[in-house]
């Protein structure tokens, strides 16, 4: 007879818990994070909300030990809300950060699904446009670039990918005309050959490096590549769900890829860090 994982009253055979404990349970743990979330929004007091959570836990058989997770829980649906436009205001970021120092989180407690990161890089986009250079990133060690006078970092992505289009030819073609034995075994075939060049364009990896941006230039450093690119050099920008391709103002320049995992904000932290 199997115990229910719930109320651990008997199940019943070969089942471990009876469905309606289940269903009572999961409105139980949404109803949690709801509140949490309601707490961070200010649409309730943040007041006694352990005690609230405490009371629908023992009610609904979630352990009292997931209330700090159902805390968590409800930050990260409310960042979820206040990104729905892709910009955090200042109010909805002074909420936020009022909630995580009510009950001391840290970022690796907000950051396991990556919603602390989403806010700092939303603050950066959102100061950007205001015409003003973040100051949101905190750097331990040495940058493996230079930066110049008057230049400032942005934000550093430490593992991004680099890829350079290249061109390659080949001669394709076929020959025509007749073969005339000159001795035994030996044939010397006279005709024209016709053929044209014919150029193929793949993108190739080119490293794995540092891909940093400042209010001045992009660098990537690689284990065997290490560019600086001035804003002023390039001519376009070429938007890609995991990151942002440039094409250089040259003649015989290729576009050039910078996988970062995060498309839309690679390109908007460009786009706004040329103007400032």
């Known amino acids: ?104 989180f840290t970022q690796s407690d907000l950051d396991n699904n990556g919603k602390y990161t989403g806010i700092v890089k939303s603050g950066v986009i959102r100061d950007l446009t205001e015409g003003k250079v973040p100051q949101r990133i905190k750097l331990t060690g040495q940058l493996p670039f230079n930066l110049q006078k008057t230049e400032s970092l942005i934000w550093v992505f430490p593992s991004a990918s680099y890829y350079e289009d290249k061109t390659r030819r080949s001669f394709v073609g076929s020959t025509q005309g007749v073969s005339v034995r000159i001795a035994k075994g ?58 942002i391709g440039i094409h250089r103002d040259s003649s015989t320049a290729k576009p050039q890829v910078f996988v970062t995992g995060d498309g839309w904000f690679t390109y908007n932290l460009i786009m706004n860090a040329q103007n400032i």
């Open 186 to 243: 030996v044939y010397y075939r006279v005709g024209a050959f016709k053929g044209h060049p014919v150029e193929t364009t793949e993108r190739v990896h080119m490293g794995n490096g540092l891909f940093g941006v400042t209010n001045k230039n992009i660098y990537f450093v690689g284990g065997t590549k290490s560019l600086r690119i001035k804003y002023d050099k390039i001519v376009s920008y070429i938007p890609f769900d995991d990151g």
């Open 1 to 104: 007879m199997g115990i229910c994982t719930y109320c651990g009253q008997k199940a019943g055979l070969l089942r471990s818990k009876h469905r309606e404990c289940e269903e009572k349970y999961n409105k139980g743990w949404d109803e949690m994070i709801d509140i949490a979330r309601d707490a961070v929004i200010g649409h309730i007091s943040s007041d006694n909300i352990e005690a609230k959570l405490l009371n629908l836990a023992i009610n609904h058989f979630v352990s009292k030990d997931k209330i700090r997770l159902a805390l968590t829980s409800g930050w990260e649906k409310a960042v979820d809300t206040y990104l729905e436009d892709g910009i955090l205001s200042v109010e909805e970021e002074s909420k936020l950060t009022s909630f995580i120092e009510k009950f001391s």
